[in-house]
């Protein structure tokens, strides 16, 4: 059975950091792209990043570019996203996602097979 679980969220002042992670199972990880989405209240949801079977080949949006860090280790089945220099902005539920595709694409193309629960990060002082 296919499974994304989520870990890492919580609530950070401005400026702190937190390493979300999310560990797959149920599929041959190392073939898919994986992603992290958020949807904030009231807002749409939006992918802020995502990693192909190449770890070379990744994507951010522009609002995390330079504070956000994705990264996979394939023999952990586990995805990771290193967020620095937190905004109150960046508070939302965030999700990591299964590609049905190997490659990480820009702002669109990135074909949803799977959601995780999601995880609560709170950027508040």
């Known amino acids: 059975q296919l499974q994304l679980v989520e870990s890492g969220g919580g609530l950070v002042q401005p400026g702190g950091s937190l390493r979300l992670s999310c560990a797959a199972s149920?599929?041959?990880?190392?073939?898919?792209?994986i992603g992290w989405f958020r949807q904030a209240p009231g807002k749409e949801r939006e992918k802020v990043s995502c990693i192909g079977s190449s770890a070379g080949n990744t994507y951010y949006t522009d609002s995390v570019k330079g504070r956000f860090t994705i990264s996979r280790n394939n023999a952990k089945n586990t995805i990771y996203l290193q967020m620095d220099s937190l905004k109150p902005e960046d508070t939302a539920v965030y999700y990591c996602?299964?590609?049905?595709?190997?490659?990480?694409?820009?702002?669109?193309?990135?074909?949803?097979?799977?959601w995780g629960q999601g995880t609560q990060v709170t950027v508040s002082s």
């Open positions: 149920g599929f041959t990880f190392r073939y898919y792209a």
């Open positions: 996602a299964k590609s049905r595709d190997y490659y990480c694409q820009g702002s669109s193309g990135f074909p949803v097979d799977y």
